[in-house]
């Protein structure tokens, strides 16, 4: 029979009753040791069986970060980008409510590659950054990308003591690149200017054929 909890008032009375308790407190501890030692041993993933979590036999905690939660399909925690997909329409930096995505665009004029489901690439990437630290998660910018290449991976511990680490870079231009793509660039539109000047100038020296005809009517004298 289980003695009520401070029921002895005597002097011994308390002390046995302390050690009994530590007894029965420290048999709890060994059966749970040897719960989890047995738990331990059956493998990584052993928390995705049902009873894993049971409170009376089994583990309560998991051995994080060797043991991890599943996390939902859906779950909305790191972003990641495949920039070889990335068309830099600048979708998701518009769509973004906090303005943690920024984007330098270097336009060719010639198609530079393709993405993996055949969207002709246009458009250089000198700057690709994302501010996880400023990301509220909502996946708009997943949901606007047209080649479904920024997406929400199941990273959720990415927690930094430096928060400058937490915006991530996917450009992969060098320097010497952006700027030879942007002096193409620059010569690209010098050159269409010059046409469109040489253009508005020929069409300014042609005998303008809008002007209406002067018309004179001819008046018959009665005879
Ligand atoms: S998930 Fe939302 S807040 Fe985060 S980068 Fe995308 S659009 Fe911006
Ligand atoms: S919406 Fe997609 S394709 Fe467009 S710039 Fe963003 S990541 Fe690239």
Do not use: W
């Not at 530079?112 to 690439?121: F, L, R």
């Amino acid at each position: 029979m289980i003695k009520k909890i401070g029921a002895n008032s005597s002097y011994f009375g308390n002390i046995t009753e302390a050690i009994q308790t530590s007894i029965h407190g420290l048999k709890l501890s060994i059966i749970h040791l040897k719960n989890a030692l047995s738990k331990r041993r059956i493998g990584n993933d052993s928390f995705k069986k049902d009873g894993y979590f049971d409170p009376e036999s089994s583990m309560v905690t998991l051995k994080y970060p060797e043991e991890t939660l599943p996390v939902p399909d859906n779950g909305r925690y790191k972003l990641d980008l495949e920039i070889d997909d990335c068309i830099v329409c600048d979708k998701c930096a518009k769509v973004c409510p906090v303005d943690c995505i920024e984007i330098d665009p270097i336009l060719s004029q010639d198609v530079i590659g393709e993405t993996s489901d055949g969207t002709a690439k246009r458009i250089y990437a000198a700057k690709f950054d994302i501010d996880m630290a400023k990301c509220c998660f909502c996946g708009l910018c997943t949901y606007v990308c047209p080649t479904e290449c920024l997406t929400m991976t199941k990273s959720y511990d990415f927690s930094e003591l430096d928060m400058r680490e937490l915006t991530y870079s996917f450009a992969e231009m060098s320097e010497e690149e952006v700027t030879a793509k942007k002096v193409l660039f620059e010569e690209a539109q010098e050159k269409k200017k010059a046409e469109k000047l040489k253009k508005d100038a020929e069409q300014s020296s042609k005998p303008s054929t809008s002007a209406r005809p002067k018309f004179s009517p001819k008046v018959i004298k009665k005879k």
